[in-house]
């Protein structure tokens, strides 16, 4: 069972890179963006309590876990939310998210 998906991020400046992420380690897609050092500030650690690791999912929405309440009412609190935002710490690294295409929420 291969235990590597590739998640593409889009950057400031409109290129993709691609990342190569373990799905086996129990990481959500916060943890691994901070950890491939993108500027994320995740205050709360990831209870979804402050919105500052959204992200806008371009590519693979569908394959994503349904949103729960407590994320729904945070990104509910950003003035610029888009209908495919959604808070990183609540998504779990997964085989299903192969391909999945974001770019951090308010990076134009």
């Known amino acids: 069972m291969e235990n590597n998906i590739t998640i593409y991020m889009e950057e400031p400046d409109g290129s993709v890179t691609p990342h190569e992420a373990p799905t086996d ?18 205050t709360c650690g990831g209870m979804a309590l402050c919105a500052t690791c959204c992200v806008d999912v371009l590519e693979g929405e569908d394959q994503l876990n349904e949103m729960t309440d407590d ?26 998210m192969d391909g999945l295409k974001v770019k951090l929420h308010g990076v134009s």
Not at 25 to 30: P, R
Not at 71 to 96: F, G, H, I, K, W
């Open 71 to 96: 994320e729904y009412a945070m990104l509910d609190t950003l003035p610029d939310v888009l209908p495919n935002s959604r808070l990183a710490c609540q998504l779990q690294l997964s085989n299903n």
């Open 25 to 42: 380690m129990g990481l959500s897609l916060m943890e691994f963006l901070k950890a491939s050092e993108y500027d994320i500030l995740a």
